[in-house]
């Protein structure tokens, strides 16, 4: 098993005015965000480009931190307790939850359970729930429905932010599937897939628009004609399931 964690070390830049918290923004001054997951978080640094991205917008810094061990569920992490230690250390904006893609029945049911755990856990310290949507292997794409609509009814039961992060990497494959987006088991992203996935958090997280936020943060690692179709699915999934 693979196991990584950025445990509490906290990575500055900055970033776009926040509209994620439950209540409006106070008056401190960065945006903190703790990741909580497996590869899906971890492989390529997903939290890092997150905080890269941040550098859109000077006015606020961001802050990340991760606790993310491979093949873990929120159940395992529960268990285990390093991602309650973290959120109890408080002072977090939005707690950003992944697990596997739970397509079925069961899977979603435990999905649904684990993310109302925490999400009770982390408005205990003041910080808003977040559900990073993910996706199924690419030899299982019948399945991407059920994947969506898991996280889906995990972010409503929860009162979650839902961060649709799977349907906008459907739609850059669907419109273009030569992007780099999947390694070759087809299921972890590439760097590529992995901005995709920032592109959302970010966007949803500080409540801005994903259109232009590459060139503003003066990202310059992917193709521009790339890079404009995942700002495209960015906006087109987190509009669609802005509710």
Known sequence: MRVHTVGLILLLAAAASCGSAAAPPGPDPDLR????????????????????????????????????????????HWNRGDALTAIRQGGWDLVVLQQGPSALPESRANLIEWTGRFAGEIRKVGARPAVYMVWPGL??????????????????AARALLLPAGEALRSAYNADPGMPLFDADGFHPLPLGSFGVALVIYAAAADVSPAGLAASAGVTSYPATQVRV????????IARFDH
Request: aromatic share 8%; net charge negative; hydrophobic share 45%.
């Open 230 to 237: 995942l700002e495209s699915s960015a906006a087109d999934a």
């Open 33 to 76: 965000i703790l990741f909580i997951g497996n590869s899906l978080t971890y492989v390529n640094d997903l939290p890092g480009m997150v905080r890269q991205l941040g550098a859109s917008n000077a006015a606020r810094p961001v802050t990340v931190a991760s606790v993310a061990f491979g093949d873990y569920s929120l159940e395992d």
């Open 139 to 156: 030899g299982r794409r019948a399945a991407w429905d059920s994947v969506t609509d898991s996280y889906a009814a995990a972010a409503t």
